[in-house]
C-alpha cells in the first residue's frame, strides 16, 4: 500500500448481499412511486431503479427539489421565485420568495384522521400513552396563542430544559407556528452544559421539569433550573412541568394553565430560510457551535428523509431511541410530516434490563425502529434475543445511527429475526447534527450488504476524496458534498462574519462541504463510514479511521468498550495506546493482550497493532454518546484539562484525571 493511502477494511469484492427486497417490498416503495412519478412529470429516469434516480437528483438538483415539494404538497403561502439562487457553499438561497411554516405540514394529520394517536408517550413503566392528532393540534393552538400573548415574535429564541415527552413536542410545534427558534437541552446536562448552549441563542421562554426518572430512580433538577433562571436575563417567562409533582416555583407559569385553551392555531407565514431551531455540537473543545437550520430547509429535507427514505406514512409508527439533546429527537419529532404515529420514550435505554428498547417496541407495534449501533451491540454481548423473546411481527425496519453498525451487528440482527421468519431491512444511517439529516443510509429497495450504509441519499453528491480533493471509489476518502442541501445551517448563531462556519466545513475544500469523516464509496454504490478523520491514525503513513479498530476489538466478550488514540511524539516518533473497558469478570493478562493483537494485525493491518493495552475503568462520551477522542489526544500531548476539553461536555470529568495523569508520567 502506497504512503499516504489510507488503510481500507472495507470488502471490494461485492460479496452477495445479507438481505435483498422483495418485488412486492420494491414496487410498494414511497421512492418507487415517486421515481414513476417524478419521470412523467419532471423528465426522471424511469428505468435504473435508484441508481439511475440519485444520479438525476444531484444533476439536476433544483428539479429534484421542487419535485420533492410537489409530492409531498409542500404547501407555499406565496410562491417562490425560482428553486434556488445562489448556489455557492456556504450561502447557498433555497426557495426565495416563498413563505410557509414547518408546524402547519407536522399537523395536517389532525384534519384527516383526529383520533388516531399522533404520539404514543411511554415511560420506565413501559405502559403507551396515546395523544391523538386532534388533542396534538389543540394543545399547539393553545400554546402558541399563549406564547404570543407572552409577546413571542418570529425570531425570538424558546428554549426546552425537557426529557422526550409529549410536552416537549408540543413546545417544539407552537414555536414553529409563531415563527419562533426553537431550542432544548436534556435535563442530564448540568447547568454549565445548559448555559454553554442557551446564553449564546438568549432565550425569551425557558420550558422546565423539575426532575426526570431513569434507571428507576427520581432526579431532581429544580436547582439546576434556579441556575438557569438566574444566568438566563433574557427570559420572560419559565414554564413549570411537573413531572415528578412539585409546585411550581415563585412567579413561573404552569404548563396546565397554558395548554387548557381551545385557540385554532395560527400559523405565522414566514420566508422558506426563516430560522426553525438551533442545535449544538457536542462542544468538547470549546464552546459548541449553534447551528441554525430553517424552517424550509428542514422541512424538505425531511420529508425526502422520512417519506423516501425511510418509507414512513400514515400506517407507520416510528420509534428511535433519543433524548432531546440529540438531532435525532428533531428527526424523530418530523416523523409527524408524513402523517406517522411517533413514539417518545423518556427513560433508560437498558431498564429494567437490557431488553428494554426490543419491549417498547414490542408495546408501540413499532414499524420503524432506530437505535444505536452501541446498544445493538450491547443486545449481542448480553445474549439478548430480540425476534425470540418479543413480538416484533410489525418490525420491517431496524436502523442504528450514532456509529457505525459493525459487521457482526449486521449478522446479528439478521440472524435474530430471520430465526423468527422475519424479512428484516437493516438501515445503518450515517449523517450529522449540522445537517440534522442523513448523507447516506436507508433504501427501501436496494440490498443490504453486510458492514455498509445501502447508498447516498437523493439529492446528495456525497464523494471520497484523496488530499488533492480528487474522487476516489474502492479507496478510503474523506466525506464531502460537493452541492448544497436544503438543511445545511443558514448560519451559526454569534457568528456574525461567517467564519466560524466557514472554517468548520469548507476550509480544506473551498465551496465544498467537508464533514470530517473517513469513507469508502463502494464499486456497488454503498458507502463504509471508518470514523472521525480529525482523530485518525497514522501510522508510516497509512491512515486508518478508529471505528475500525473498535469494530474488531470489541468482537472479543472480554472488551466491553475501547478508545484508541494516535499521538505523534515530539522526537518524530508515533505511540498509539488502546485503552479498553473491560467486561465484568474479564482481567487484562497477557493473553487477552495478545488475542487483542492478533485481532487488530490480522483482520485490519499490522502497523495499526497498539504501542500499549491500557485497562480503564469506562471509557468517556460525550453528552450525546460519542467517544471522546480529540481531548483525550490533547490531554495526552501534555495539554492541561481546562484547554483540552469543555468540562460541560464530558459525561464523566472524572475519568479524564486517568489520560491527565498519564501524560505526566509518560513525561
Given at each position: 500500500m502506497s504512503s499516504g493511502t489510507p488503510?481500507?477494511?472495507?470488502?471490494?469484492?461485492?460479496?452477495?448481499?445479507?438481505?435483498?427486497?422483495?418485488?412486492?417490498?420494491?414496487?410498494?416503495?414511497?421512492?418507487?412511486?415517486?421515481?414513476?412519478?417524478?419521470?412523467?412529470?419532471?423528465?426522471?429516469?424511469?428505468?435504473?431503479?435508484?441508481?439511475?434516480?440519485?444520479?438525476w437528483s444531484v444533476e439536476h438538483l433544483d428539479t429534484f427539489w421542487q419535485a420533492v415539494a410537489e409530492w409531498f404538497d409542500v404547501r407555499f403561502s406565496t410562491p417562490y421565485e425560482r428553486v434556488i439562487g445562489d448556489r455557492s457553499m456556504p450561502g447557498a438561497q433555497w426557495f426565495p420568495g416563498a413563505t410557509l411554516n414547518y408546524a402547519e405540514h407536522a399537523l395536517r394529520a389532525a384534519a384527516e384522521r383526529p383520533d388516531a394517536p399522533a404520539l404514543l408517550h411511554v415511560d420506565e413503566s413501559q405502559e403507551p400513552t396515546p395523544i391523538s392528532w386532534a388533542e396534538l393540534r389543540r394543545q399547539v393552538g393553545a400554546l402558541a396563542a399563549e406564547l404570543r400573548a407572552l409577546g413571542v415574535r418570529p425570531g425570538d429564541r424558546v428554549s426546552g430544559y425537557l426529557p422526550n415527552i409529549p410536552e416537549a413536542v408540543v413546545a417544539l410545534l407552537a414555536t414553529a407556528a409563531v415563527g419562533g427558534v426553537w431550542t432544548s437541552c436534556a435535563p442530564d446536562f448540568g447547568a454549565r452544559s445548559v448555559l454553554d448552549r442557551f446564553q449564546q441563542v438568549e432565550p425569551v421562554v425557558l420550558f422546565t421539569v423539575d426532575g426526570y426518572r431513569y434507571g428507576g430512580k427520581e432526579h431532581d433538577r429544580?436547582?439546576?433550573?434556579?441556575?438557569?433562571?438566574?444566568?438566563?436575563?433574557?427570559?420572560?417567562?419559565?414554564?413549570?412541568?411537573?413531572?415528578?409533582?412539585?409546585?411550581?416555583?415563585?412567579?413561573?407559569?404552569?404548563?396546565?394553565?397554558?395548554?387548557?385553551?381551545?385557540?385554532?392555531?395560527?400559523?405565522e407565514q414566514v420566508p422558506f430560510d426563516h430560522p426553525l431551531w438551533v442545535l449544538y455540537?457536542?462542544?468538547?473543545?470549546?464552546?459548541?457551535?449553534?447551528?441554525?437550520?430553517?424552517?424550509?430547509?428542514?422541512?424538505?429535507?425531511?420529508?425526502?428523509?422520512?417519506?423516501?427514505?425511510?418509507?414512513?406514512?400514515?400506517?407507520?409508527?416510528?420509534?428511535?431511541?433519543?433524548?432531546?439533546?440529540?438531532?435525532?429527537?428533531?428527526?424523530?419529532?418530523?416523523g409527524l410530516l408524513t402523517g406517522t404515529t411517533v413514539v417518545l420514550?423518556?427513560?433508560?435505554?437498558?431498564?429494567?434490563?437490557?431488553?428494554?428498547?426490543?419491549?417498547?417496541?414490542?408495546?408501540?407495534?413499532?414499524?420503524?425502529?432506530?437505535?444505536?449501533?452501541?446498544?445493538?451491540?450491547a443486545c449481542r454481548k448480553a445474549d439478548v434475543h430480540p425476534a425470540r423473546d418479543f413480538d416484533l411481527s410489525k418490525i420491517t425496519c431496524v436502523a442504528t445511527t450514532g456509529s457505525p453498525l459493525p459487521p457482526d451487528g449486521f449478522r446479528w440482527l439478521h440472524d435474530e429475526f430471520a430465526e423468527a421468519g422475519a424479512d428484516l431491512w437493516i438501515a445503518s444511517v450515517s449523517g450529522g447534527t449540522d445537517v440534522c439529516s442523513c448523507f447516506a443510509g436507508a433504501v427501501p429497495t436496494l440490498p443490504v450488504h453486510i458492514g455498509e450504509l445501502q447508498a447516498p441519499c437523493l439529492g446528495t453528491d456525497l464523494q471520497a476524496w484523496d488530499p488533492q480533493g480528487k474522487p476516489v471509489v474502492g479507496e478510503v476518502?474523506?466525506?464531502?458534498?460537493?452541492?448544497?442541501?436544503?438543511?445545511?445551517?443558514?448560519?451559526?448563531?454569534?457568528?456574525?462574519?461567517?467564519?466560524?462556519?466557514?472554517?468548520?466545513?469548507?476550509?480544506?475544500f473551498p465551496g465544498v462541504w467537508r464533514h470530517g469523516d473517513w469513507i469508502t464509496l463502494t464499486d456497488h454504490g454503498?458507502?463504509?463510514?471508518?470514523?472521525?478523520?480529525?482523530?485518525?491514525?497514522?501510522?508510516?503513513?497509512?491512515?486508518?479511521?478508529?471505528?475500525?479498530?473498535?469494530?474488531?476489538?470489541?468482537?472479543?466478550?472480554?472488551?466491553?468498550?475501547?478508545?484508541?488514540?494516535?499521538?505523534?511524539?515530539?522526537?518524530?516518533?508515533y505511540w498509539m495506546?488502546?485503552?479498553?473497558?473491560?467486561?465484568?469478570?474479564?482481567?487484562?493478562?497477557?493473553?487477552?493482550?495478545?488475542?487483542?493483537?492478533?485481532?487488530?494485525?490480522?483482520?485490519?493491518?499490522?502497523?495499526?497493532?497498539p504501542d500499549d493495552i491500557i485497562e480503564v475503568p469506562a471509557i468517556p462520551h460525550t453528552l450525546t454518546g460519542k467517544r471522546i477522542e480529540v481531548p483525550v489526544k490533547r490531554l495526552l500531548q501534555g495539554t492541561p484539562l481546562a484547554k483540552a476539553v469543555n468540562p460541560g461536555s464530558v459525561d464523566n470529568l472524572d475519568l479524564l484525571h486517568f489520560y491527565e495523569e498519564l501524560a505526566r508520567t509518560r513525561r
Open positions: 488503510a481500507n477494511p472495507a470488502n471490494a469484492a461485492n460479496p452477495a448481499p445479507l438481505w435483498q427486497p422483495d418485488q412486492d417490498r420494491i414496487a410498494a416503495a414511497a421512492v418507487t412511486r415517486f421515481q414513476t412519478w417524478a419521470a412523467e412529470r419532471f423528465g426522471a429516469p424511469a428505468d435504473g431503479g435508484y441508481p439511475a434516480l440519485h444520479r429544580r436547582e439546576t433550573v434556579a441556575e438557569l433562571r438566574a444566568e438566563l436575563p433574557t427570559l420572560r417567562a419559565v414554564v413549570h412541568i411537573p413531572l415528578l409533582g412539585t409546585e411550581a416555583p415563585e412567579s413561573a407559569l404552569t404548563w396546565s394553565s397554558l395548554v387548557a385553551g381551545d385557540a385554532e392555531p395560527v400559523f455540537s457536542s462542544g468538547t473543545t470549546g464552546l459548541p457551535k449553534a447551528i441554525v437550520q430553517s424552517q424550509g430547509g428542514i422541512l424538505l429535507e425531511h420529508f425526502k428523509q422520512l417519506g423516501l427514505h425511510c418509507d414512513l406514512g400514515p400506517e407507520d409508527r416510528f420509534f428511535w431511541f433519543t433524548s432531546t439533546g440529540w438531532m435525532m429527537w428533531n428527526f424523530l419529532v418530523s420514550y423518556d427513560g433508560s435505554p437498558g431498564y429494567p434490563d437490557t431488553g428494554a428498547q426490543w419491549r417498547i417496541a414490542e408495546r408501540t407495534g413499532a414499524t420503524l425502529y432506530g437505535t444505536s449501533a452501541a446498544y445493538v451491540m476518502g474523506e466525506l464531502v458534498v460537493t452541492n448544497p442541501m436544503p438543511s445545511m445551517p443558514i448560519h451559526f448563531w454569534n457568528d456574525p462574519d461567517g467564519s466560524r462556519y466557514h472554517d468548520s466545513y469548507f476550509e480544506m454503498s458507502v463504509v463510514i471508518h470514523g472521525r478523520s480529525d482523530s485518525t491514525l497514522n501510522r508510516q503513513g497509512v491512515r486508518m479511521g478508529s471505528a475500525d479498530i473498535y469494530e474488531a476489538v470489541e468482537r472479543l466478550p472480554e472488551i466491553k468498550e475501547s478508545l484508541v488514540i494516535g499521538l505523534e511524539e515530539p522526537d518524530g516518533g495506546p488502546l485503552f479498553v473497558h473491560l467486561a465484568p469478570g474479564a482481567t487484562l493478562d497477557d493473553a487477552l493482550r495478545e488475542r487483542i493483537k492478533r485481532t487488530i494485525r490480522a483482520e485490519l493491518s499490522p502497523r495499526h497493532v
